[in-house]
């Protein structure tokens, strides 16, 4: 039953000491989850209330059936990345088909997560080596942070094709544009937070930050809105500006429509086989793709236009507002920067939205999400299936390491398959209350750990003080701040930035360490498309590993000052003119079998005196057909030159392909030896007949002569 039901084993021993420590661990994890989750939903492109929505059920599922009892689950900042490099190329951000589409790759990366633990694939996560996964997180932290830009500055851009060409526009936009009252709140709940860890690490700093600066905000009228008719605007190109912005946000709605049915056209006459139709409809469609590019860039200058925009707020007599430009008001408006309040939707011109405060999160409906299932066609699975892998498998990685970590902490018993379904099943049932993707928090972990926590009941009560939340505390967050959201997603992501690990893995292997700066490159120049850049980085580890598979370690061994058997090329030792001991290191198989064949051919050709060869197999763990075949044509090769071969070390795996190939026969059962010493002490004597060699390499330690001479 605990296989099935993991949490029963939690009970074994349970008591109320135990029970009162879970409680309080859970609600301390909640104080830091609940403004971290709304943080990174506005990281995702989504409303940041459904950053709530995503923290209620998955922690309560993860641990109920994952294996490890205090990983903390819920959004976290790179898979929050994931999602909105994802979908951003499918829909707008924060539109009803984004958030759609957001549910439906929960539950994608759920049946990709329960699938693989229940089929117990859990060792798929190898294929992101480590260096790959070093190089993609400090890329992402980079990015992670400097997206959060904007929100600090309290100035909007539109982002651009590539990551570093939007941050440039943020810059330009933030020397002339900067809200001070937003920097001031966001530099605010920094020193909030960095003080309070430095001076108190058990308060919760992130909770303090978000009350201190919701107060403020509320108190001194941080957001001040104001809608208004564009008769009400003395400018003489702002009623232009806002029709060109009109038509051409019209016109991408209309040609979005047009592709959309002429795609469906376009299916109808692949399956029908008309290639001529199949052309037309195709020149078509490239037509409304440029028409659609042409109104985005359209509607791209006038929102800038619109945006760049400053304005005085001028109380008339009649208490009529009127706006007029920040440079000719003169010291007559009422103190405040007014702006125009510019999205991707048509502004209406008797309700244009006017802002002369900062961005706050605004109104979080009151209430659960009601339980739905997400439509899901195959269209839509197999256009989000390569993400949700990715996703899958990078969310994985950082909730199996962070409860590895634990585990090695309370000494429990923690099955990475285990953990896998749980995290599956929370995103799976998670999509149902309208969660994006969900994974192991190292945050929230190491602070319910820290806190105590005895099992996973602690995150069930985190997921109870989330619903008490979102049923009857919602307004409380009206008046949060987004610069300070925006500041808590930067001060969490400072823990993702490694440094060492890029020396540590050059430390370990030269090409490890090239990868790991490599991924890390690529991520950042083809951001936001960050599934390139982990594309590159899990490519080249492949590359690496065939090359290495393809041309393992060949070395001749000699005799060292500790007696043991080590390559004379890499201690500068001698080797015996008439006896060759051979290493192979790895499996013998198609892809490498030619490489030994040569490697014994050259030592045949340069060692003019050489009689034995004895091929040491230890390092030979498996051998196929090719390698076999290989095997036994360079044995008759080796033997027809006047050389005789043996081999030691020769373990159960390869004696039964030996045996089973009948090779063992062709060998002769009297040419293998267990170990190297019983190999030398039996071919030595009779190697050496004749021979003029004063000191044997292999029995005596021999230096190559230049370096005595040094």
Known sequence: MTRIFPFLAWFRGYNLEKLRSDGLSGLTVALVLIPQSMAYAQLAGLPPYYGLYASFLPPMMASLFGSSRQLATGPVAVVSLMTSASLEPLATAGGEAYIAYAIVLALTVGIFQLSLGILRLGVVVNFLSHP????????????????????????????????YETILRVCQA??????????????????????????SPKIPNVLVAVAVTTLISYFMGFEHNMKADVSAITHPDIAQLIHDFNRATDDIRVFGEKRTEVTAALEMAQKSGDAFAVIDIRHDLAVIGAEIDQAKHESHVCRTLLRESLFSGIQEADGTFRFVPKETAEGKGDGRIWRINVGNRPIQADQILMTGGGAVVGMVPKGLPALTLPKLDIKTFIQLFPYAAII?????????????????KTGQRLDPNQELIGQGLANILGSVTKSYPTSGSFSRSAVNLQAGAVSGLSSVFTSLAVVIMLMFLTPLLYHLPQAVLAAVIMMAVIGLVNVSGFIHAWRAQWYDGAISILSFVCTLAFAPHLDKGIMIGVLLSLLVFLYKSMRPTVVSLSRHEDQAFRSSFAHQLAECRYVDLVRFDGPLFFANASYLEDKINERLMTKTDLRRIVIVANGISDMDASGEETLSLLIDRVRSAGVDISFSG????????????HLLEQIGENHIFPTMEQAICMVHEHAHQGADEKDCPLTTVCRIAYDAEI
């Open 392 to 408: 899958s498998l990078l969310g994985f990685m950082e909730a199996i390491s962070i409860a590895k970590a634990m585990a090695a």
């Open 174 to 199: 933030a020397i002339h544009y900067t809200h001070w009252q937003t920097l001031f709140m966001g530099a605010l709940a920094f020193g909030i937070m960095y003080g309070l860890k430095r001076i």
């Open 650 to 661: 020769v373990n159960e795996v390869l004696m039964a392909v030996l045996k089973r190939t």
């Open 132 to 163: 790959v996964v070093n190089g993609f997180t400090n890329a992402a932290a980079l990015i992670i942070a400097s997206s959060q830009l904007s929100k600090l500055f309290g100035v909007h851009v539109d982002k651009a094709e590539h990551h």
